[in-house]
RNA sequence: GCGCCCGUAGCUCAACUGGAUAGAGUGUUGGCCUCCGAAGCCAGAGGUUGUGGGUUCGACUCCCGCCGGGCGCACCA
């Protein structure tokens, strides 16, 4: 139950009581009378802001108003105190009972503490993750998974019907892709010797397994075969095998979707044709010619009559195009065709959780959906921003060609399931994240999951030695449902207690507007309540968990608390059976209180207790993107070796106990010291691109970029394409070497010198 | 150029979709262990919420204009 919707339920029938007796004029509208807690411990227990929402339709002032209200909340024997202030406040206090039942009423719902019925059983589709079967899961998904599945498990909560979906696509080009490498990863675990990984295919050793596994299961059955035969059975087998790993991977973090669909069988059911049809009977098809992009130089843009949708009926910038111009479908057709099956299953409500690289799905996919469903259904898309994997302050340099990824599995190893879900959620999703390895196992206070987990540690410990001193007593909370709660009542329980009542706020108003990451919050605000708690006890033993006397009392508080640490995201269901459901925490002290006093002994707050992976961490890219997997070789940005510096052998022999930090030697260019240097900023594909980010550099760092000129360099690279080269120049090459150090420093462009 | 998102303490971030004196952590200063875990707690200092207007009882929140940043802008996936 939410005390603070009965309270307003209470205040809107107080309301109704004085427009039933002349006092209001009839026909109020109530919906935005509100009950909260007040910012202001002192203001009170809580506040309603009726008198001023609803002053102006009254026909009064809001404090005249306010007035009337206190009276009449007076007379209630619940409310203790009520008063008007400020602007129209009414704030009032309530009886101690009525905040030490609410603890009853935790204890009896248990993990359905703060469930609701706000959704009214609605239906809604949340599809999230939707990882291609092309490689295992990485750091780069994991945010949105867990955004994903705590928006979820929060609609659920406050009473949705949830469906968890996952849609992949294996009806691409790359998933022959995937077929090809399993292919050749299949001959190497068949002993055939297969070299390096062609370029084209994905070089990961994951695949490894797929091979070794397909090899078990057909022997050598697919050997020296046409690719027209073995192809789409290996392609099936690849698809399957990695959608299994994927699905353990997510098990890991407690993830589980009810729903698997995929492109292949929206495609070959017909659907399509299906969509499109339906389109074209409303009439929203036509043939015709896109303006071309505008803004945007594109050299080789020419007009072109294309299969149009007329999506700008709905909202949109211009129509969009659904069949190329060879008359194959475009890429959005079997999302769109997706969308609709979804509306077919009969959802009205539809979430997808994506990148926000994937900038402009929503306004892509928010007409057809409008279309499809007669404009009953509904899509929000919800964009999660980059995380950025640090390991021990660095950046970790993320890239699929070296196979240099971090796997969702290496991230749940290192760190714990709980403490991933817990960091992902620590930020409003649409944030960048920094997502530090050691920050994240870090055991002091500014690690928000270990302050967390330590307060649970500290409720564990309570119940443990409550069972030592009393061990006949029951302490599930069943048991403790029915101690004299009552007998709660000093300013600091209640304090506690309060926090703990408006946890179903938090629930609901987080699932309304799709911030997973307020339960993190509340849970670090509720914490920090419970160490206050806690440390009250030192100055005043009545206010300790255990009073050996009082062995009804006691415990009781600190089973809500434990019972709240549910809320750490996870499934509510998975926690039935429950005396204090468990988030990982150390349950024994790792440190122990000197026996002599008053010289303790701390770690220091910055240290870490990390022990890094890795101890080579490469710099430079620094943001990871959910983003789809790609073969590697398309579009990487060539840059030269940077002279000088050599890759870190790793037989480097030294004595552990004489940590050398290594010297940064910046190597000596070849280069004359007048103005016969370049400095590379870039390389792309396009002109335009070139220019324009020439001028943002030369707008951003006026006093680097002021004097220079803006060269291009074409450069044709076999079999890669054509890049065109931005440098600046020409300056000395000691100037070269500031300007470098300058762009390092404001993490901005690669910066390499070059003679003229 | 167009569209979406963002700008809050020195730093990293909150602020319960319009509420009262904008809060935490970090850093800094001081205090608290004979006592349920001191990896904790308490107190001090730190702000014209990028900027200029508007809407109203009331704006970090909503609207408009600027400044600064991110992402997206193909018939590619």
Redesign the pocket.
């Known amino acids: 139950m939410n005390i603070f919707n009965y309270y307003r339920d209470k205040n809107v029938q107080l309301l109704e009581e004085m427009v039933a007796n002349g006092e209001l004029p009839a026909g109020l509208d109530y919906s935005r009378v509100?009950v909260?807690?007040?910012?202001?411990a002192?203001?009170?227990d809580m506040?309603t802001?009726a008198a001023?929402?609803l002053a102006?339709p009254a026909g009064k002032n809001?404090r005249q108003l306010g007035d009337l209200l206190v009276a009449k909340m007076k007379k209630l024997p619940e409310i203790r105190e009520a008063s008007v202030?400020?602007?129209?406040?009414v704030?009032f206090r309530l009886v101690n009972t009525e905040w030490s039942s609410v603890l009853i009423d935790i204890l009896s719902a248990g993990v359905h503490y703060g469930d609701s019925k706000m959704g009214k059983g609605e239906k809604v589709n949340v599809e999230y993750v939707s990882v291609n079967p092309t490689g295992p899961m990485h750091a780069g998904h994991v945010r949105g998974a867990v955004i994903g599945d705590t928006l979820a498990n929060l609609l659920e909560k406050s009473g949705f019907d949830v469906t968890r979906e996952y849609y992949f696509?294996d009806a691409?080009?790359?998933v022959d892709v995937l077929a090809r490498t399993a292919y050749l990863r299949y001959r190497e675990a068949l002993s055939e010797n297969i070299g390096e990984v062609p370029e084209g295919l994905y070089p990961g050793d994951y695949m490894k397994d797929v091979g070794q596994a397909l090899a078990k299961r057909d022997g050598k059955k697919w050997l020296g075969k046409d690719e027209k035969e073995w192809l789409v059975p290996i392609r099936d087998f690849s698809v399957r095998t990695m959608m299994d790993m994927i699905k353990q991977d997510l098990a890991l973090i407690g993830i589980t979707h009810e729903v698997f669909s995929n492109e292949r069988e929206v495609v070959e059911g017909g659907t399509l044709d299906k969509v499109f049809k339906i389109l074209q009977d409303m009439d929203l098809i036509y043939t015709g010619t896109?303006p071309p992009?505008?803004?945007?130089e594109m050299e080789d843009w020419?007009?072109?009559e294309?299969t149009l949708f007329r999506s700008s009926k709905f909202g949109d910038?211009s129509d969009?195009?659904l069949k190329?111009?060879?008359g194959t479908w475009?890429?959005?057709m079997p999302d769109i065709a997706y969308h609709f099956d979804k509306i077919q299953r009969g959802y009205k409500w539809m979430i997808n959780v994506l990148g926000?690289?994937h900038?402009?799905y929503l306004?892509k996919m928010r007409p057809a959906v409008a279309a499809l469903s007669g404009g009953k259904a509904r899509i929000d898309v919800m964009f999660c921003g980059m995380v950025k994997i640090l390991k021990d302050g660095v950046p970790v340099k993320f890239s699929k060609r070296s196979g240099n990824i971090i796997t969702l599995r290496e991230m749940i190893e290192e760190v714990g399931a709980d403490a991933t879900r817990f960091f992902m959620l620590?930020?409003?999703p649409?944030?960048?994240?920094?997502f530090d390895f050691a920050k994240v196992v870090e055991?002091?206070?500014?690690n928000p999951v270990?302050?967390v987990q330590?307060a649970h540690?500290?409720c564990?410990?309570?119940l443990r030695?409550a069972k030592e001193l009393w061990p006949d007593t029951d302490v599930s909370a069943a048991a403790l449902a029915k101690t004299d709660v009552k007998r709660l009542n000093s300013e600091e329980e209640l304090k506690l207690v309060r926090m703990m009542a408006?946890w179903p706020?938090?629930v609901e108003?987080a699932a309304?507007?799709?911030?997973p990451?307020?339960v993190t919050?509340y849970l670090?605000d509720l914490a920090?309540e419970f160490?206050?708690?806690?440390?009250?006890?030192?100055d005043d033993?009545t206010?300790?968990?255990?009073i050996e006397q009082d062995k009804e009392l006691s415990p009781a508080l600190v089973v809500f608390a434990g019972i709240l640490w549910y809320a750490y995201p996870r499934g509510a269901e998975k926690y039935s059976d429950m005396d204090v459901p468990v988030v990982k925490?150390?349950?024994?002290?790792?440190?122990t209180?000197p026996a002599d006093?008053?010289g303790?002994e701390?770690?220091h707050?910055?240290s870490t207790?990390f022990d890094p992976l890795q101890k080579n961490p490469a710099a430079e890219i620094e943001k990871l993107l959910p983003a789809?997997e790609e073969p590697i070789n398309k579009d990487v940005d060539i840059k030269p070796a940077k002279p000088g510096l050599k890759s870190p052998t790793k037989d480097v022999k030294s004595s552990p106990d004489k940590v050398e930090v290594p010297k940064v030697v910046v190597a000596k260019p070849a280069i004359a010291a007048s103005g016969d240097v370049y400095v590379q900023l870039g390389s792309y594909h396009d002109m335009s691109a070139v220019k324009r980010d020439w001028e943002k550099l030369k707008?951003?760092f006026p006093d680097l970029f002021g004097t220079l000129d803006m060269k291009i360099e074409k450069v044709d690279l076999a079999g890669k394409g054509t890049y065109y080269r931005l440098q600046a120049g020409t300056t000395t090459a000691d100037h070269a070497k500031e300007i470098c150090a300058a762009l390092k420093a404001a993490h901005s462009v690669g910066c390499i010198v070059v003679r003229k």
Not at 36 to 40: C, G, K, M
Not at 293 to 296: A, L, N, R, T, V
Not at 512 to 515: D, K, N, Q, T, W
């Open positions: 509100k909260e807690p007040p910012r202001e002192a203001h009170g506040a802001n001023m929402v102006k809001p202030a400020g602007p129209g406040f704030n696509n691409g080009t790359q896109l992009p505008k803004g945007k020419e007009p072109a294309l910038s969009r195009p190329k111009r060879d475009a890429y959005i926000k690289d900038g402009n306004d620590s930020r409003t649409d944030s960048e994240l920094e055991q002091t206070k500014d270990f302050y330590y540690a500290r564990c410990s309570v030695n408006g706020r938090y108003s309304e507007a799709h911030e990451h307020r919050i670090h920090s160490h206050a708690f806690w440390n009250k006890g030192s033993t206010l300790r968990f255990l925490a150390d349950t024994s002290p790792v440190k209180v006093p008053g303790m701390v770690p707050q910055d207790v789809q707008k951003k």
